[in-house]
């Protein structure tokens, strides 16, 4: 099987995540790593690579095929493109760079230079996922009529104390909404418009503590969404996968897609459906449960990049794509500030 050769920029905590996928794949090599902290030379020597101070830096030496871009989100924009103008693929962290603009320009040298870019919203990687999106999109519930889904948790006092996370930009919107809003997306098509509230009331830091959304699918389907990092709760992806160890898993379903046959409850996968055919309110109606184990996620979302590089399958999610997710989750603050319906 012909290898694949990557490169890291960012070797913090996300670019390390990176890092640890790739020692179970057989077929990526690790040829360099990119980063300006002196704390970044142990990662190197770990991992027995070259270390750089910039992208352009490494691409003066080296040539990889594909470029994972683990920065924080402010210092997206200039890796992505001098890794798509020096002839490699870009994988991405979400959200795909900070502002629409800088956005719209990625998509463009994309599409000049003919290299991908994929971006990192891992949770398209796991099986049950996927299974929800050809559930949905299959027509399996019928027509889409609604979807009501909720991300609750309530942070603890230590997570703001830095100051840069009572700023609205370290909000739960930006920071946890970008991931249920590219799932939406993806299971149950693009958003047509949204509405939504905030407020702070709370911690009354320049930061939401809660958001409500409504939001019409192009599909014609209503959704509601509520949101908050103060509300102590067992309902949010995390607690309902167990995907992240820090938070303890609850397995208590957090979306309902909702159609004119039947009904699944996500993440874990209970469907609701009528024996017969032709279901309403004077029929019996029962659960099956279709839950699988949760893959590693970012083994998987590195086997697709390097499947992209060698071009035997198109990207899962490309700049446009994850484009639109962070429009879609820009909106809700659009939309909460001028007590408007925005649409997309």
Not at 280 to 290: D, E, F, G, H, V
Request: net charge negative; proline share 5%.
């Amino acid at each position: 099987m012909t290898s694949v050769n990557i490169a890291l920029t960012g070797a913090g905590v996300i670019g390390k995540r990176h890092l640890k996928a790739l020692q179970s794949i057989e077929n990526i090599n690790l040829v360099a790593i990119a980063d300006p902290f002196p704390q970044a030379q142990e990662t190197a020597q770990e991992y027995d690579v070259p270390l750089f101070e910039s992208t352009a830096q490494m691409l003066d030496t080296i040539r990889p095929d594909g470029v994972i871009v683990a920065t924080p989100t402010e210092h997206h924009s200039e890796p992505t493109l001098t890794a798509l103008e020096g002839g490699a693929h870009v994988l991405v962290e979400k959200p795909i760079m900070a502002t629409l603009a800088e956005c719209r320009h990625a998509v463009e040298v994309s599409d000049r230079t003919g290299k991908h870019v994929l971006v990192g919203h891992h949770r398209r990687y796991y099986d049950l996922v996927n299974k929800a999106r050809e559930m949905v999109q299959g027509g399996e519930l019928g027509q889409l009529v609604s979807v009501c889904g909720q991300w609750n948790v309530r942070k603890p006092p230590e997570y703001y104390a830095a100051d840069w996370r009572k700023k609205w930009q370290a909000g739960p919107i930006l920071t946890n909404l970008i991931h249920e809003m590219d799932l939406l997306r993806y299971i149950a098509g693009d958003i047509h418009s949204i509405s939504a509230e905030t407020s702070n009331a709370v911690l009354g830091y320049e930061k939401e503590d809660a958001a409500a959304l409504i939001m019409r699918f192009k599909n014609n389907a209503l959704g509601t969404f509520m949101l908050s990092d103060q509300g102590h709760s067992p309902w949010s992806w995390e607690q309902a996968t167990g995907e992240n160890a820090a938070m303890p898993k609850s397995a208590q379903n957090v979306i309902s897609f909702i159609g004119t046959k039947g009904s699944l409850e996500f993440p874990n996968l209970k469907a609701w459906k009528s024996e017969k055919p032709g279901g309403n309110w004077n029929t019996p109606i029962a659960a099956t449960s279709l839950g699988g184990e949760l893959q590693d996620a970012y083994i998987n979302q590195l086997n697709h990049f390097a499947a992209v590089i060698k071009g035997t399958t198109a990207p899962r999610i490309d700049a446009q794509d994850a484009t639109d997710t962070l429009r879609a989750t820009l909106a809700v603050y659009e939309a909460a500030q001028t007590g408007c319906r925005v649409m997309l």
